[in-house]
């Protein structure tokens, strides 16, 4: 079974700050890689997907995501953040090739705070 | 095109209640999943449904259950309410073919006294 692992619960920044945040994933075949944010009060929504093709895929809102097939990594990246960004923030993992009914496996979710 | 939604958005109920909570997927989309989210444990897959056939199922004990409309609309039951299942409750609907995206609703916050 997959696993993602998110190494940081809380961070903290301040405006105009580069944003990394860590996601790691353990599967034994290929995966379909997903980061979604869920601002404060509000549902989950999709930041930006990997499926194939090139490994640095951006979303919405100058997120940008590098999938490192060596390192089971799929690192969330922005090059200045907002106080607008201040959210929670999802790595999620599902094995590609499936027939639909595969789960989506969530790491534990990271805390941004941006201080203005 | 609009989004999931889920009904209803707050409940209060208490222990040994039972509780029905309804989702209604983006048009077109034919799956429907089922997570909980607690502060605690994260995000936790609790069932899949397609076509009105249960697909997949999370390690949740059989008081979780479900079930798919021909519509796709999908509802899901708690019977026996313990403490332990006050959560957010979300539904996400998947684009038809791979790859695969699941579209999460807002949820429905569920509280057990």
């Known amino acids: 079974a997959q696993s993602v692992s998110q190494h940081n619960h809380h961070v903290i920044l301040s405006e105009a700050a580069s944003l990394e945040l860590g996601c790691n994933y353990s599967?034994?075949?290929?995966?379909?890689l997903f980061w979604y944010v869920q601002y404060p009060g509000q549902h989950l929504q999709l930041l930006l997907k990997?499926?194939?093709?090139?490994?640095l895929v951006k979303g919405i809102k100058g997120f940008e995501a590098e999938f490192i097939k060596s390192k089971f990594s799929f690192n969330l990246r922005k090059p200045s953040v907002q106080w607008s960004d201040t959210a929670e923030y999802f790595c999620?993992?599902?094995?590609?090739?499936?027939?639909?009914?595969?789960?989506?496996?969530f790491g534990t979710g990271t805390r941004l705070t941006i201080i203005p | 095109k609009a989004g999931v939604t889920q009904t209803p958005r707050y409940l209060i109920k208490t222990r040994g209640q039972q509780v029905t909570l309804s989702c209604s997927p983006i048009?077109?989309?034919?799956?429907v999943s089922w997570y909980q989210q607690t502060p605690g444990q994260g995000l936790q897959f609790l069932f899949e449904y397609f076509s009105e056939t249960q697909r997949n199922k999370g390690n949740f004990p059989g008081r979780f259950s479900g079930r798919q409309f021909s519509n796709s609309r999908s509802e899901m039951n708690v019977s026996t309410l313990e403490l332990g299942d006050s959560a957010l409750y979300l539904c996400?609907?998947?684009?038809?073919?791979?790859?695969?995206?699941?579209?999460f609703g807002p949820g429905t916050r569920l509280t057990v006294l």
């Open positions: 999620a993992v599902i094995p590609r090739g499936s027939l639909g009914n595969e789960k989506l496996t």
């Open positions: 048009s077109g989309h034919r799956s």
């Open positions: 599967y034994g075949g290929t995966v379909n």
């Open positions: 996400a609907s998947s684009s038809p073919g791979p790859p695969y995206t699941q579209y």
């Open positions: 990997y499926f194939s093709g090139d490994p």
